[in-house]
C-alpha cells in the first residue's frame, strides 16, 4: 500500500494520553491491513505557546500540509485563559481551520447503547437519536472585521458577520451529499427573520436543493432549533448551519447524547485532507493521571480512514474493536457506573488494540 | 386607586383568545382589589399588515406610548411568512422593542410541578430548577447594519453585530439587581474567546461586578451554556447574555422546563414601563378553536402587576388562583394527560377569574 502522512498533534491536558492510544491503534491497523502510516508529531495549542511563542508555529503547519490527514488530542486550558489574544489556544484552533482551508465541520451525535442512561434525556426520547452537524466553519462572525472605536455611549466594540455564496454553496452542497448517504433528511438552520446572512444562506439552499430531489429539507429557525432538540432529537438526521449557530448547536446535540466523551469529529476542506479530533475539550482536571477515555480519540482515527483514506476495512474494524470492548463491560472512569471497576486510559487503549 | 393604562395587543394566531382571557382576570382584579384600569386595543403583527399595510402602525405606536404597560399576545402565522422583510410580522416585533427602548428581555423558565413530566428531561434533573434569562433586546445583530454587496466570490451578506459600554452596562446591572433578589448567582454569558463584543461585555461586567459583592458571578461561553443547561439546569439562577445568545438560550431553556406553554416574559426599559406576553407563539395550527391555554397570558399579567405597578397583592392572588386551578386538575389540552377531560380556553379563564 502507499505510505499516508498523517500529523499528529497531542495538544493539551489528556490530549497527549488519548492521542498515544490512538497511535498504538493506528500500528495494529498497518500489522492486521497491511497499511502503511508515517506519523509526525507537530506542537499546537498551549504547549505551542510555552514552547515556541505562538500557539500555531509555522513549523506545525508545514507539517500538517503535507500530510494526508491530521490527529488532534485537544487544547486549551487555565494556564493560558488570561493570555492576550494572539498568544491563547483558541487563536491557533481558528489559525489552523483557516490556513488548512477546513471550511466544514463534521459533529456526529450518536447515543451509545452502554451510555443511554448517561443522558439527561429521557431514554424513550433519546430512542433511534443519531444526527450529523454539518457546520461552517471558516466563515460567519468568527472570522470577520473586528474592531473597538468611540461612540457616544462610550467605548463600542464591532464584529462582522459575512458571508458569501461560494462559502455557503459549498458546505450546503455537501450537507445535501452527506444526507444522500445517510437517511435522507436535512434541515438547514438560520436566522432568516432577522439576519441578512441567513436570508442569503436559505436563498442558496432553495436554489440548490432541486439538485437532490431524494433529500427532505427543512428550515428551521436557529431559536427553535435549540428547542427542536430537545422535543424530537431522534427526527434529526442532517443539520446545516452556519459558523456560529454550529459551535452553540452542536455542543448541544452532543450533550444531550449523554454520550459526548466518545464522539469523534472531522473538519475538512476542498478533496479529501481533513482533521479529526474528539468532540471533548482537554479536560485539565484529570490530565495525565490515566483517567482519560481514549475513544472519542480512536473513533476520530475511525472516521479519518473512512472519510480521507477510503480504508473502510479498517474503519469497521475499529469501530467494531470499540464496540466489543465496551459490550464486554470494561469502562474508563468517565462512563463507569462503578468507578472501583474503571480501567485506565492506557488499559482501555490495549484492549481495543488487541479486539481488532 | 389611580388608573393605570394598558395598551392591550391581541395580535394574530391564538393571540385573541388567551388576551381576552386575561382581559377577564383583568376586570376581576379591579372588583377584588380596588385597582382600576384603562384599556386600549391596538393592531400589531400580521392583522396590521393585513388591515393597515404595515406590521407597527403609527397608531399603534401612540396607543403603547401613551400606556404605563402593554400586554401582547402574540404575533405571526405562515400567511405572512413570505412576505417581504417590511411586510413581515417580526419586522414589527423588532420596530416596537426599538421605539419604545425595550432593552432587557426576562424571560423565567420554571418547572411547573403539574407538568414536570411533560419535560423530555429526567425528573431528577430538572427538580429545583427555576431561572431566569435575562436578555439585551435592543442591540447586537439584530439592530447592526445588513447590507449585500458584490464579491469574487459572488454576491454577498452582511450583518454588524456592535455593542457600546452603555447598553451592556445597563442590562448587566439590572441583571446582577435581579439576581440579588433571587439566589444570588448570576452567569454572564458570552463568546469572549472569539468575538470583540464578547470582550467588551466580560469587561464591563467585571468591572462592575465589585458593585454587588452578595452575587456569586460565573462567565460562561455560549456553546458551553448550551450544553451546561442541559447538564444542570437547576445550577442557574440567572443568566444575562446579548440578543442573540440570549433568543437560542432562553428558547432552549424554557423548553427543558416541560412548561413552555405556561411561561411569562417582560421586556422593559428605563423605568416602570413594559411589555408583557407569554413566550409560546400564535400557534396557528390550533387559533379559533378554544384549544389554546391562557395561562402563559394570565401570568404574564401577574408579572405586570409585580414588575410595571407594584400591585403585588394582585400579582400573588393571580399566581395562586392559578395554581389552585391547576391543583384542582383542571387541564387545558396542551397540558391535559387524558385530552378527553380537557377544558376550553375561556372555561380555564373563567376558572381563575373565579379563584380570585
Ligand atoms: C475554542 C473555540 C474557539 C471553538 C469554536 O468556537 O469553534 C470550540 O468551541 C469548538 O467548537 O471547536
Ligand atoms: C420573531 C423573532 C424576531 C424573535 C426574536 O428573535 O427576537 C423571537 O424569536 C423572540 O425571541 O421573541
Chains 1, 2 share one sequence.
Not at 117 to 143: Q, W
Not at 193 to 220: F, G, I, K, M, Q
Not at 300 to 315: D, I, K, P, Q, V
Request: proline share 4%.
Amino acid at each position: 500500500a502507499d505510505v499516508k502522512k498523517i500529523a499528529v498533534i497531542a495538544g493539551d491536558g489528556i490530549g497527549p494520553e488519548v492521542v498515544a492510544e490512538a497511535e498504538k491503534v493506528l500500528k495494529r491497523t498497518e500489522e492486521v491491513f497491511g497499511y502503511r502510516f508515517e506519523t509526525e508529531h507537530a506542537l499546537f495549542g498551549g504547549i505551542a505557546i510555552d514552547e515556541k511563542g505562538t500557539p500555531l508555529p509555522e513549523e506545525t503547519l508545514t507539517v500538517c500540509k503535507s500530510a494526508d490527514a491530521v490527529l488532534l488530542g485537544a487544547v486549551g486550558g487555565p494556564k493560558w485563559d488570561n493570555n492576550s489574544k494572539e498568544l491563547r489556544p483558541e487563536t491557533g484552533l481558528l489559525g489552523i481551520r483557516k490556513a488548512l482551508g477546513l471550511f466544514s465541520n463534521l459533529r456526529p451525535a450518536v447515543v451509545f447503547d452502554c451510555l443511554k442512561d448517561a443522558s439527561t434525556l429521557k431514554p424513550e426520547v433519546l430512542e433511534g437519536t443519531d444526527l450529523m452537524v454539518v457546520r461552517e466553519l471558516t466563515g460567519g462572525i468568527y472570522f470577520g472585521e473586528k474592531f473597538r472605536r468611540e461612540s457616544a455611549q462610550g467605548e463600542e466594540a464591532v464584529d462582522t458577520c459575512a458571508y458569501n455564496v461560494t462559502e455557503v454553496e459549498r458546505i450546503v452542497r455537501q450537507a445535501f451529499e452527506i444526507a444522500q448517504g445517510r437517511r435522507k433528511k436535512l434541515a438547514s438552520v438560520d436566522k432568516a427573520n432577522v439576519l441578512e446572512t441567513s436570508r442569503l444562506w436559505r436563498e442558496v439552499v432553495n436554489r440548490v436543493a432541486p439538485d437532490y430531489p431524494d433529500v427532505e429539507l427543512e428550515h428551521v429557525l436557529v431559536d427553535n432549533c435549540a428547542m427542536q432538540l430537545l422535543r424530537r432529537p431522534s427526527s434529526f438526521d442532517v443539520i446545516v448551519t452556519e459558523n456560529m449557530f454550529g459551535d452553540i448547536l452542536s455542543d448541544e446535540a452532543a450533550m444531550l447524547t449523554g454520550s459526548i466523551g466518545m464522539l469523534a469529529s472531522a473538519s475538512l476542506g476542498e478533496g479529501s485532507f481533513g482533521l479529526y479530533e474528539p468532540v471533548h475539550g482537554s479536560a485539565p482536571d484529570i490530565a495525565g493521571q490515566g483517567l482519560a477515555n481514549p475513544i472519542a480519540t480512536i473513533l476520530s482515527l475511525a472516521l479519518m480512514f473512512r472519510t480521507t483514506f477510503g480504508y473502510t476495512e479498517g474503519a469497521d474494524a475499529i469501530e467494531a474493536a470499540v464496540s466489543d470492548v465496551l459490550n464486554a463491560g470494561h469502562r474508563t472512569s468517565d462512563i463507569a457506573v462503578d468507578k472501583s471497576t474503571a480501567i485506565s486510559t492506557t488499559e482501555m487503549g490495549d484492549l481495543i488494540v488487541a479486539a481488532i
